[in-house]
């Protein structure tokens, strides 16, 4: 089955500095790969989300790169706010309905300092 | 419309029991999905449902049970709780776009 690796689990920057977070996954057949958010004591939230046929895709001050060779995709946040502090989900799946359920990253807390 | 709603919010359980954790969406999504999180693990799923009358397993079954009677509702069943079993459950339902939403999620507590 698929494994999905994130990191960092935990990273503090400094409000305004961008915030990068690495996923590598093992299943060359995924290919939707979405993005959730979750604050404490709350559902996780998507934030974005990209598929196999495209590189790159922007939401604002969030992006997400995908490489297929490589089998890596990272999430971009520029100009970092408090309000951006959560738990960072990144999952991985093979489509066709979205029928086999996502396979999750262990996550990571992102803090901002202010 | 609600969305997507799950019951009970919280439950503390006794080791042997069973209990059943309610999930129901408004949204007419044809697949629905039970996931548990764990602090250090993320989320795991546990069984899956393309559309009414089929479920799958995922990462995480044994122990568990669900059934898909109609489109809205997906119950998940656990027939003799067990202390491993304590974690945050989340059921989740997506659209033709892949994309998922989630539930808010009931707390269960096996002791």
């Known amino acids: 089955g698929e494994n999905v690796e994130q990191h960092p689990s935990t990273l503090s920057v400094q409000e305004g500095d961008s915030a990068v977070i690495k996923c590598t996954y093992s299943d060359s057949a995924s290919n939707y790969f979405p993005w959730y958010k979750q604050e404490l004591g709350k559902r996780p939230q998507l934030i974005i989300d990209?598929?196999?046929?495209?590189g790159e895709k922007k939401d604002q001050r969030i992006a997400v790169t995908l490489n297929k060779t490589a089998k890596h995709f990272s999430l971009h946040i520029t100009e970092t706010q408090p309000e951006d502090s959560a738990v960072y989900f990144c999952a991985a799946s093979r489509t066709g309905g979205g029928a086999d359920g996502l396979t999750f990253g262990k996550g990571t807390h992102l803090i901002i300092q202010p | 419309t609600a969305g997507i709603t799950q019951a009970p919010t919280s439950q503390i359980l006794a080791a042997g029991r069973s209990m059943t954790l309610r999930c129901t969406q408004d949204m007419r999504h044809n697949a629905m999905y039970w996931y548990r999180q764990d602090l250090g693990l993320g989320l795991r799923l546990i069984h899956y449902?393309?559309?009414?009358?089929?479920?799958g397993k995922g990462e995480v079954p044994d122990g568990y049970s669900v059934s898909r009677a109609n489109t809205d509702d997906f119950p998940l069943t656990l027939a003799s709780a067990v202390p491993s079993q304590t974690s945050v459950y989340f059921c989740?339902?997506?659209?033709?776009?892949?994309?998922?939403?989630f539930g808010p999620g009931t707390r269960l507590t096996v002791l």
């Open positions: 990209i598929r196999s046929n495209v």
């Open positions: 989740a339902s997506s659209d033709h776009t892949d994309t998922q939403y």
């Open positions: 449902s393309n559309t009414a009358g089929t479920t």
